[in-house]
């Protein structure tokens, strides 16, 4: 079955260091992978997305993620964190090229970020 | 509107009362999805509409759940008889076209709380 997992529930940096985020998936075939940020009240803001081709990839804010296919990992990164990050964070598996449209998201990593 | 409008943005439902919530998608977006999430977790899917079928209703929790979109545009996510275990935050999201690698904007959600 597909799932998601995120093995961290929260994580505290301080500002100026650097992050990452763990996310692990399992699914059968190559999937469509994203992060998602989220502020507390607020839906849902796209992060990044991984479909094909380079494994690192940019999005917005400053973010960065691997798709590591022999590790099933997209983590996420940023190398300096801002007290504006502070927020949840959740990492979700597309159903891919297989059909379907089901996104799977994990539980997600509350970022703390101190001074 | 420039994004995606969910109201109310807060229920209180006495148990056994049926609600609605609505979901204004962005103009012309085809697909629209629903999700649930609970405290903590990360969102589960609902179900999904490609302008006004209703393609996949696999994540609706019981036959209280009923979601439509008539007209393909505005949807409506319905819960007949609500139970304490229905109390989540109900996220709506839409993307332009029916691919599945097509960002998805979200909504701030509806949280309903079952008293």
């Known amino acids: 079955a597909q799932s998601v997992t995120q093995p961290d529930i929260h994580i505290t940096v301080s500002e100026g260091a650097s992050l990452e985020l763990r996310c692990n998936y399992s699914?059968?075939?190559?999937?469509?992978l994203f992060w998602y940020v989220q502020s507390p009240g607020q839906g849902l803001q796209l992060l990044l997305k991984?479909?094909?081709?380079?494994?690192l990839v940019q999005g917005i804010k400053g973010f960065e993620a691997e798709f590591k296919r022999s590790q099933s990992s997209f983590n996420l990164r940023k190398p300096s964190v801002h007290w504006s990050d502070a927020a949840e964070y959740f990492c979700?598996?597309?159903?891919?090229?297989?059909?379907?449209?089901?996104?799977?998201f994990g539980a997600g990593t509350r970022l703390f970020v101190k001074a | 509107g420039a994004g995606v409008s969910q109201s109310p943005r807060y229920k209180v439902a006495k148990r056994g009362q049926d609600v609605a919530l609505r979901c204004d998608p962005i103009?012309?977006?085809?697909?629209l999805f629903w999700y649930q999430q609970a405290l903590g977790q990360g969102p589960e899917f609902l179900t999904y509409?490609?302008?006004?079928?209703?393609?996949?209703k696999s994540g609706l929790p019981s036959d209280r759940f009923f979601a439509e979109r008539p007209e393909g545009s505005v949807s409506t996510l319905k819960i007949q008889r609500t139970q304490q275990e229905d109390s989540a935050v109900y996220l709506c999201?839409?993307?332009?076209?029916?691919?599945?690698?097509?960002?998805?904007?979200f909504g701030q959600g509806t949280r309903l709380t079952v008293v």
């Open positions: 999201a839409s993307s332009l076209v029916g691919q599945r690698n097509t960002e998805a904007f």
């Open positions: 699914y059968g075939a190559t999937p469509y």
């Open positions: 991984y479909f094909s081709g380079d494994t």
């Open positions: 979700a598996v597309g159903p891919g090229n297989t059909g379907g449209f089901k996104t799977i």
């Open positions: 103009s012309g977006h085809v697909s």
């Open positions: 509409f490609q302008n006004e079928a209703q393609l996949d």
